[in-house]
Each structure stands twice: as C-alpha cells, then as structure tokens.
C-alpha cells in the first residue's frame, strides 16, 4: 500500500489549502480514510475521517466548521480542503488508511506540511 499526500505549502492566516492524497495497492474504496497532524513538539493528532462511502465525516473540534473531507473513490484518492487556516494549523500532514474492524490506522502516507504565517 502507497499514499501520496500533496497539497501542503506556506499560507497567510485566513487563507485555504487543499490536501490531496492518492493510495494504491489497495480496493481504495473498500477503507475509511483518515487525516492526521504532527506540530513540532507535539504528538500526532486526528483531524478527520471519511467512510468508504463518504456518507459519514468525522472531524475533530479544533477543525469542525472550517475543514472538510471528501473523497473520490474511481481516483483512489482523498481530500482535505482546509479553509478559514489558523498559525495553529502549521503542522505535518498525513494520510492514513484505517484497518477494518478496527480503529487502527494501518498505512501511513509520507505527509505534506502546511505552514500557516500571523
């Protein structure tokens, strides 16, 4: 399994990015896809996540109401569009696929960091 997390870059506050991340090796559509984040000093956190379907998103508090997930399964792809960016956004981001049955994430993209300037 490969993911290719895309997107990231340097941004003033109130501005918007769009992650992309393209997997393969795997029935895309078949796996719940997430978004997670490391600052410098920080542990790794949950950001959101995505059902096979898209029908179900899960966000966490600190992003509800300015990001939003998607997907497009015939791409094997997943999306994070990132808007209303604060400096406290600056951080590595990562894909991940989450393991069935289970709230492991399994495979890990390389990440793509976002850098949100005051």
């Known amino acids: 399994v490969q993911l290719q997390a895309s997107g990231g870059g340097l941004v003033q506050a109130g501005g918007s990015l769009r992650l992309s991340c393209a997997a393969s090796?795997?029935?895309?559509?078949?796996?719940?896809m997430g978004w997670f984040r490391q600052a410098p000093g920080k542990e790794r956190e949950f950001v959101s996540s995505?059902?096979?379907?898209?029908?179900?998103?899960y966000y966490a508090d600190s992003v509800e109401g300015r990001f939003t997930i998607s997907r497009e399964n015939a791409k094997n792809t997943v999306y994070l569009q990132m808007n209303s960016l604060k400096p406290d956004d600056t951080a590595v981001y990562y894909c991940?696929?989450?393991?069935?049955?289970?709230?492991?994430?399994?495979?890990w993209g390389q990440g793509t960091q976002v850098t949100v300037s005051s």
């Open positions: 991940a696929v989450r393991k069935p049955d289970t709230a492991l994430y399994a495979y």
């Open positions: 090796g795997l029935t895309f559509s078949n796996y719940i």
């Open positions: 995505i059902t096979w379907s898209g029908f179900s998103t």
